[in-house]
Structures are given as C-alpha cells and as structure tokens.
C-alpha cells in the first residue's frame, strides 16, 4: 500500500497516494504493526515537503512517530522521524542548524541499528543539502557512496533518485559525457524493472544533457521519446516541462513551427492543471522570446520576456512574503556556510535559471536600444 501511495505521488495523484497512507495508517495502527505506521507516516511527510503547506500536519505524524518509537522500543523509527524532520526544518533559516544535527543524529542511528537503506538516504539527503549550497564535489562524493551501498544491497528503489541526483550534478558542473552515462544507467535500471515513470523522467534529463551538447536532433529524439510514454499514462507537470524543453530543442534547430506547437501544448496544459503560473514555467516566455526573436518581432520579444519575469518576480515577493522569516534573515549579517544554510530556501527557488532569464531580458534591451540595422541572424540566443 505505502509503495503504491509512493508511485502515484511520482505520477503526480498526491490526492490518491494520500488517500492511500491515511488507509495504510488505520490499518496498521489496528494491527498494532509501529513499522508499518512509521513508514506511513514518513511517506505523508515526505510528499508534504514538496509542499509546505501542511507543515503542522507533518510535524504531528513526525510526532507521533517519536512516540511510536518509544513506545515500541524502536530506534530505527526515531531515527526516521529526526530524518525527516531534518527535512522539514533546514528550510526555515533559524531552525537550519538544529535540522543538521538532527541529519547527523539519524544516521548515527542508522548505523548502529545496521540499516544500510536509510544510511545510504542519509548519505544522498546530504548530498543534495550540500548540492544547494553549491558544493558539488563534496556532494558529489555522498551521492557516490550511497549509490555504492544501494548498489550492493540492492536497494533498487532508492538507487534510482540517488543515480539522478549524479547526473544532475555532472550536468551543473558541466561534465555532460558522465552525466549522460549515469543518466543512461537509469534508463537501463528503469527498463529492468518496467518502470515507465522512472523511464521518462530520465528520457527528459537525457534530452536536457544532449541539448547542452549541442545535439539537438537527439535530444529532440529523447523528449518525443519521453511524451510517447507519458502521454497515454496522464498529463501532468512533467509533460508541461518535456513540451517546454522539447520546444526549446526546435528552436535550436530553427523548426520554429513545431517549437511553437510545442511550447503552445505546455502552456494550455500548465493552465488546465494548474489555472495559474509556477517555478520553471518561464521557459515557456523564454521559448516564446526566442521564437518571436528568430521571427524579427524584437519588440514582441522584451514584452514577452519582461511579462515572463514581471510574473516571476511577483512569485518571489509572494514566497517571501508567506515565509517573514526569510526575509528577517536575509537582513542580517551572515557569512560563510551560516549564510549559505539560512538562504537554502531561497536559493532553490530563485536558481539560475531565473539568473540567466534576468540576463536574457536585459541583452534584448540593450540589444533594442542599440540596433538601428537590418534584424540579424540570431545564433547567440538560441544557447
């Protein structure tokens, strides 16, 4: 049941995977089963952290479970629940130092209690921790131990996050030959276990990768591929964003028809399920930038880009606003890994994708108020 609930939350029907916890919960708390409740209960929160806007809810099951595990004389489901909390809690900036050592504590637990599946979690969750802060090779160096141990002990279900998260950071550092190998690695795994879910979220990272190559016709080949699975399984968030790169790709091969048929699909998709704007979804202003660009409508392009990041823009004073305390620490002196840590938050959400959109705007600008000779061939945009 906590699996299935699991599946349908990376298919996107948390509403569904939901549903199924509360029912796994109730059954297990009637079989008096601690471990089955506990991973129940962890499940629920880990769905909440994408989140956030449930967060007492959460802290509630985290509760309960500290007192499962006394109850039941359980270590193990203490240190899953500091695990989690840890999660939880490295967002707010005064609860982040206390979150890591709650992180550090869970893995001493792990250890002692000889739980190779949640050791190598800790290993991976640190990782991305320190993924956020920028330290890549140290996270880098986590990820690969825990891929070690979830390779030894077969632990294919986690292994799968933990060989995207290699990638992905192979990809930021630029290393795209050994971020396309162990993004093909996932595929393989994906297909070993007829996993079409897992299948086509590495088609669209392999497509991302190859994209920075320059290898537009095969990445153009891996997004198709990816929507081909996708499509006929539901549509969700992930076909808007395998539209959005997929229309990118054309750009790049100047087939601006089906870059804009493309991009057309993800925004109509992203306001059926969502009836409003998100993270990430500039990319579909950028495509239109671009596209209205290559076409020579230059000023169609900057009210187009201006009206992506004007949106964007409103969604962080939104963010900050919901979350005061983000906003009392950004003012305060803070240096090193200190500051690092209490801006966690806001460095996943105003990434660099945002950065290099900010840049786009103010090139087309600069580029408007300079150009007074025939529109140019537009190469160096489509990067």
């Keep these: 049941m906590i699996e299935q609930a699991?599946?349908?939350?990376?298919?996107?029907?948390?509403?569904?995977?939901?549903?199924?916890?509360?029912?796994?919960?109730?059954d297990s708390k009637k079989l008096n089963y601690a471990m089955g409740e506990a991973n129940a209960r962890s499940q629920w929160v880990r769905i909440e952290m994408d989140y956030q806007d449930q967060e007492p809810l959460a802290?509630?099951?985290?509760?309960?479970?500290?007192?499962?595990?006394?109850?039941?004389?359980?270590?193990?489901?203490?240190?899953?629940?500091?695990?989690?909390?840890?999660?939880?809690?490295?967002d707010f900036p005064e609860r982040y130092e206390n979150a890591m050592k709650m992180l550090h504590h869970s893995n001493e637990i792990f250890k002692s209690e000889g739980n190779k599946q949640w050791?190598?979690?800790?290993?991976?969750?640190?990782?991305?921790?320190?993924?956020?802060?920028?330290?890549?090779?140290?996270?880098?160096?986590?990820?690969?131990?825990?891929?070690?141990?979830?390779?030894?002990?077969?632990?294919?279900?986690?292994?799968?996050?933990?060989?995207?998260?290699?990638?992905?950071?192979?990809?930021?550092?630029?290393?795209?030959?050994?971020?396309?190998?162990?993004?093909?690695?996932?595929?393989?795994?994906?297909?070993?276990?007829?996993?079409?879910n897992t299948k086509v979220f590495?088609?669209?990272?392999?497509?991302v990768i190859l994209n920075k190559q320059f290898k537009f016709k095969a990445a153009i080949t891996q997004f198709k591929g990816g929507i081909s699975i996708?499509?006929?399984?539901?549509?969700?968030?992930r076909l808007v964003s395998m539209y959005a790169n997929l229309a990118d790709a054309y750009i790049k091969t100047n087939d601006l028809d089906s870059s804009q048929k493309y991009n057309d699909?993800?925004?109509?998709?992203?306001?059926?399920?969502?009836g409003e704007q998100s993270w990430g979804f500039h990319t579909v202003f950028i495509n239109d930038a671009k596209i209205a660009l290559l076409k020579g409508k230059l000023s169609e392009a900057i009210k187009i880009a201006n009206f992506g990041l004007t949106i964007l823009e409103n969604l962080i004073l939104h963010f900050l606003l919901k979350r005061k305390n983000i906003m009392r620490s950004c003012q305060m002196p803070m240096k090193g890994t200190?500051?690092?840590?209490?801006?966690?938050?806001?460095?996943?959400?105003?990434?660099?994708?945002?950065?290099?959109?900010?840049?786009?705007?103010?090139?087309?600008?600069?580029?408007k108020k300079l150009t007074t000779m025939k529109f140019p061939k537009?190469?160096?945009f489509q990067s």
Excluded: C
């Design 378 to 380: 537009m190469n160096k």
């Design 265 to 274: 699909l993800a925004k109509t998709l992203h306001k059926k399920l969502t």
């Design 230 to 237: 996708q499509e006929p399984m539901g549509k969700n968030q």
């Design 119 to 196: 050791e190598a979690l800790y290993y991976s969750e640190y990782g991305s921790v320190l993924t956020y802060k920028g330290q890549y090779y140290e996270a880098l160096d986590l990820l690969l131990k825990a891929k070690k141990i979830q390779d030894k002990y077969q632990l294919v279900s986690n292994l799968k996050s933990t060989i995207s998260s290699i990638a992905n950071i192979y990809l930021m550092i630029k290393k795209y030959d050994l971020a396309l190998k162990f993004s093909n690695e996932g595929e393989h795994l994906a297909d070993s276990l007829n996993d079409l």
């Design 6 to 26: 699991r599946l349908d939350w990376l298919s996107g029907m948390d509403s569904l995977a939901y549903a199924k916890l509360e029912k796994a919960i109730i």
């Design 338 to 367: 200190e500051k690092a840590g209490k801006l966690l938050k806001i460095t996943r959400i105003i990434n660099d994708g945002l950065i290099r959109y900010i840049i786009r705007i103010s090139i087309l600008s600069y580029w």
């Design 59 to 90: 802290q509630r099951h985290l509760d309960t479970m500290f007192q499962l595990a006394k109850k039941a004389k359980m270590p193990l489901i203490e240190g899953i629940a500091l695990f989690r909390r840890a999660q939880i809690d490295y």
């Design 202 to 207: 590495y088609k669209n990272q392999k497509g």
